[in-house]
């Protein structure tokens, strides 16, 4: 008959496995904390991406708070400054983001980014731009001026309008507008008046993604404390007694 004491189990004290347990606990749960709190952040940006255009009048919206993604709309009329901004693709067709001033009634100047319009075969051909006239009320959100920074920035004072450039930033925008804000509008659809393929939408990963992670991080953890639990109860009898890990 086998003897009873050879199948208990007694807590045995490894530091090792507790050193290896005790670094790498607290680093999937603080993983598992931050994945959360980078799934509320984001389903704030969704929440503020989705909500609806503010009722602010455009001097007052332009002097408060300026921020990427804030909903606007604005009337006024286009005005005769054309960028087209190249090396700009939709579904693998090259092409440019159109971007024209805009004067609004009151308040200053803008830059309008209409959306994108495929490129000629021809190099050396632009894209044919009608731009309307008249009152318009467009619709849109703010956004940053198109500044990759891995391209130098290039004088395009010479070049009639419409001008294709790599980029645009601020200053040189103002040599032909002047009084610019900070930020430009992105038309927020296709149907805006003047709009081309305007077929915007947050760039950012989801807060479910977030999520998902954060339960990937926090199964990690119990089943590194289970694990560790299991492997520090160890059988005690003729065989066990001198095994001191």
């Known amino acids: 008959m086998a003897d009873p004491q050879a199948s208990k189990r007694k807590w045995r004290f490894d ?20 994945q959360l709190d980078r799934a509320g952040q984001k389903q704030a940006m969704l929440d503020g ?14 002097e408060g708070e300026v921020r990427s993604g804030k909903p606007v709309r604005v009337t006024g009329l286009y005005g005769d400054h054309t960028w087209l901004l190249d090396n700009r693709t939709r ?22 980014n209409r959306g994108w319009i495929q490129a000629p ?12 006239e008249g009152l318009l009320e467009l619709a849109g959100r703010l956004a940053d001026y198109p500044v ?7 004088d395009q004072a010479e070049q009639e309008w419409p001008r294709r450039v790599q980029r645009l930033p601020r200053a040189a ?15 927020d659809s296709g149907q805006q008046p003047g709009a081309f393929r305007a077929d915007w939408t947050p760039d950012l990963m989801g ?7 954060a339960a990937q ?29």
Do not use: C
């Open 217 to 245: 991080w926090f199964a990690l953890a119990v089943a590194l404390t289970i694990l560790t639990v299991a492997a520090s109860y160890r059988k005690t009898g003729a065989n066990n007694d001198n095994d001191n890990g």
């Open 91 to 112: 579904d693998g067709v090259p092409g440019y983001e159109v971007i024209t001033d805009f004067h609004p009634l009151e308040g200053p100047p803008v830059l309008v």
């Open 173 to 187: 925008a103002g040599h032909a507008v002047e009084g610019l804000p900070a930020v430009i509008i992105r038309l």
């Open 15 to 34: 530091w090792r496995l507790m050193l290896f347990s005790g670094f790498f606990l607290p680093l999937l749960i603080g993983l598992g904390f931050w």
């Open 207 to 213: 807060p479910g993604t977030h999520y998902g992670y």
């Open 121 to 132: 075969r021809n190099r050396e051909r632009l894209p044919q731009i009608d731009t309307p």
């Open 49 to 62: 991406w989705q909500q609806q255009a503010q009722t602010l009048p455009w001097p007052q919206l332009i």
């Open 148 to 154: 990759p920074p891995v391209l130098a920035e290039s």
